[in-house]
T-cell receptor, first 112, second 113 residues
Framework: AQSVTQPDIHITVSEGASLELRCNYS??????LFWYVQSPGQGLQLLLK??????LVQGIKGFEAEFKRSQSSFNLRKPSVHWSDAAEYFC??????????FGPGTRLSVLP | KAGVTQTPRYLIKTRGQQVTLSCSPI?????VSWYQQTPGQGLQFLFE???????NKGNFPGRFSGRQFSNSRSEMNVSTLELGDSALYLC????????????FGPGTRLTVT
C-alpha cells in the first residue's frame, strides 16, 4: 500500500541551527513530492515540490529538499532556522490519477 | 490574486445535525479537493471535484458528500453529524487535474457537541 512516513513527531532546534526533517515514501513508481508547512490555526502553505529533473529543489523561506530515489526519501533542510519557522511540516506525495497522501507531520519547535 | 477562501471559519453543531461547508478556489483553478484533519488521523483525503464531477473519493462514509458548481466553487456536506466528525476541514484548489500544485484555504473548524 502507498504510504508516507515522517519518523520524527517533534523536533526542537535552537534558532540559527540547521534543520533536517525526514520523509520516506512507499510507492510503486516515483511520485510527485511536496513539503507543506502549517502554522497554528492556518491552512497549509506549499514550501517546495519535486516532479522530475534536478534532485535538489529550492523552495520558499530558504528551504530546500533532496530527492533520493535509492532511499525513497525526500528530506527537507534549512541551513539556519528562524523562530518564525516553528510550525508543523507535512510531506506529501501524489501519483497521477490518485489522491494526495500526506505524512503524519513533524512539529518543529525553535528555542531562542 | 485572492487565495482559497473557506466559509465559515468556525462552526459548532450538535450530534445528528447536518452541516454545509463552502470553498471558493483561486480564480482560474478548476480542481477542488477536500481534506479532513484531526489530531489522531492526520490529513485524510475526502474527495476531489473537477468540472462539476467527483473524480476521486477517499475512504469516508456516505454521510460525507460534496458538489462543485459551474464557477468551480465547491461545497461539502456532512449529514447526521457524529462527535468524531469534529475536525479542521481543508479545501485545496489546483489549476486542473494535471497540475499537482495544490493551494490550501485556511480551513473550517467544525466542533460537534
Amino acid at each position: 500500500a502507498q504510504s508516507v512516513t515522517q519518523p520524527d513527531i517533534h523536533i526542537t532546534v535552537s534558532e540559527g541551527a540547521s534543520l533536517e526533517l525526514r520523509c520516506n515514501y512507499s510507492y510503486g513508481a516515483t511520485p510527485y513530492l511536496f513539503w507543506y508547512v502549517q502554522s497554528p490555526g492556518q491552512g497549509l502553505q506549499l514550501l517546495l515540490k519535486y516532479f522530475s529533473g534536478d534532485t535538489l529543489v529550492q523552495g520558499i523561506k530558504g528551504f530546500e529538499a533532496e530527492f533520493k530515489r535509492s532511499q525513497s526519501s525526500f528530506n527537507l533542510r534549512k541551513p539556519s532556522v528562524h523562530w518564525s519557522d516553528a510550525a508543523e511540516y507535512f510531506c506529501a506525495v501524489g501519483v497521477k490519477g490518485q489522491n494526495f497522501v500526506f505524512g503524519p507531520g513533524t512539529r518543529l519547535s525553535v528555542l531562542p | 490574486k485572492a487565495g482559497v477562501t473557506q466559509t465559515p471559519r468556525y462552526l459548532i453543531k450538535t450530534r445528528g445535525q447536518q452541516v454545509t461547508l463552502s470553498c471558493s478556489p483561486i480564480s482560474g483553478h478548476r480542481s477542488v479537493s477536500w481534506y479532513q484533519q484531526t489530531p489522531g488521523q492526520g490529513l485524510q483525503f475526502l474527495f476531489e471535484y473537477f468540472s462539476e464531477t467527483q473524480r476521486n473519493k477517499g475512504n469516508f462514509p456516505g454521510r460525507f458528500s460534496g458538489r462543485q458548481f459551474s464557477n468551480s466553487r465547491s461545497e461539502m456536506n456532512v449529514s447526521t453529524l457524529e462527535l468524531g466528525d469534529s475536525a479542521l476541514y481543508l479545501c485545496a484548489s489546483s489549476l486542473d487535474r494535471s497540475s499537482y500544485e495544490q493551494y490550501f484555504g485556511p480551513g473550517t473548524r467544525l466542533t460537534v457537541t
